[in-house]
């Protein structure tokens, strides 16, 4: 089992920043990759950014790139969603998830949610 909770959402005008985090806990060793998923009202759930566990290396939506950054802290088992320039679009509350590989599993977070006013 994996829990994650996430936090660092809140209301920031347009152009600000934010940075999320995501603690781990439980069998994080068994965790290949960790992603950012983001939804807005009225939508489904995105990809936003993720990792993969074992390389580090990382992947983002086209909206993300260049604004975002995915990051961890090993010692802390936490991913981070360093986000900048942000834009009234990226409001939404935002998902930690965990994909575990065996057995296969997915894992989300609680959410957060995150306000960009323009």
């Known amino acids: 089992q994996v829990q994650l909770v996430e936090s660092g959402g809140g209301l920031v005008q347009a152009g600000g920043s934010l940075r999320l985090s995501c603690a781990a806990s439980?069998?994080?060793?068994?965790?290949?990759?960790m992603s950012w998923y983001r939804q807005a009202p009225g939508k489904q759930r995105e990809l936003v950014a993720g990792m993969i566990s074992s390389s580090g290396r990382t992947h983002y939506s086209d909206s993300a790139k260049g604004r975002f950054t995915i990051s961890r802290d090993n010692a802390k088992n936490t991913v981070y969603l360093q986000m900048n320039s942000l834009k009234p679009e990226d409001t939404g509350v935002y998902y930690c998830?965990?994909?575990?590989?065996?057995?296969?599993?997915?894992?989300w977070g609680q959410g957060t949610q995150v306000t960009v006013s323009s």
């Open positions: 439980g069998s994080i060793f068994s965790i290949a990759a």
């Open positions: 998830n965990a994909r575990v590989f065996v057995p296969a599993r997915i894992y």
